[in-house]
T-cell receptor, first 110, second 111 residues
Framework: GQQLNQSPQSMFIQEGEDVSMNCTSS?????WLWYKQDPGEGPVLLIA?????ELTSNGRLTAQFGITRKDSFLNISASIPSDVGIYFC??????????FGAGTRLTVKP | DGGITQSPKYLFRKEGQNVTLSCEQN?????MYWYRQDPGQGLRLIYY???????QKGDIAEGYSVSREKKESFPLTVTSAQKNPTAFYLC??????????FGPGTRLTVL
């Protein structure tokens, strides 16, 4: 099945820096989701977006649902060591049609 | 505490043996899903079920089977027909459009 295009594939940043990652698709979605996965664990839902143009924050995390409904971005401000992990985007049109990006692996250097 | 449990965390099996992975949820979610994750890759859907006694194939269903006899439970069997079964398996559940919630995963290694 079609996967989303998520970039960058990996990031190496210094503690305190801001981070930005995004997902694009050739199809439109009604819902965009962002997950974080720690090694050996299941992904944890960070932010859910349900409306085109919506901008939602969760602490230091901010995500936006693109106006075209074909893209979304996630920003992390003032990164800390525990932000390390793999971040996945997911798009859902309706019912069962949810697709995942390949993930962005984030490394934060103290 | 509501959540999704998967057991066991680590599983080792000999080649040619069937193995069943457990997934239980007490979130009262209607839909449940099984995904496979390989190193450095995203999630690929194996099977999903939107209601008890009904399930559908995902993108990579070959070599796998499932059942949904109870709302809380959605076990996955990895059969000997699966050519490359060593992977990290994730179970998830959801209520329609509110996003999927994942279990902690089972790492299956076939020797």
């Amino acid at each position: 099945g079609q996967q989303l295009n998520q970039s960058p594939q990996s990031m190496f940043i210094q503690e305190g820096e801001d981070v930005s990652m995004n997902c694009t698709s050739s199809s439109i979605f009604n819902t965009w989701l962002w997950y974080k996965q720690d090694p050996g664990e299941g992904p944890v839902l960070l932010i859910a977006l349900y409306k085109a143009g919506e901008l939602t924050s969760n602490g230091r995390l901010t995500a936006q649902f693109g106006i075209t409904r074909k893209d979304s971005f996630l920003n992390i401000s003032a990164s800390i060591p525990s932000d390390v992990g793999i971040y996945f985007c997911a798009g859902q049109y309706s019912g069962r049609d949810m697709r995942f990006g390949a993930g962005t692996r984030l490394t934060v250097k103290p | 505490d509501g959540g999704i449990t998967q057991s066991p965390k680590y599983l080792f099996r000999k080649e040619g043996q069937n193995v069943t992975l457990s997934c239980e949820q007490n979130l009262n979610h209607d839909a449940m899903y099984w995904y496979r994750q390989d190193p450095g890759q995203g999630l690929r859907l194996i099977y999903y079920s939107q209601i008890v006694n009904d399930f559908q194939k995902g993108d990579i269903a070959e070599g796998y089977s499932v059942s949904r006899e109870k709302k809380e439970s959605f076990p996955l069997t990895v059969t000997s027909a699966q050519k490359n079964p060593t992977a990290f398996y994730l179970c998830a559940s959801s209520n329609r459009d509110w996003g999927e919630y994942f279990g902690p995963g089972t790492r299956l290694t076939v020797l």
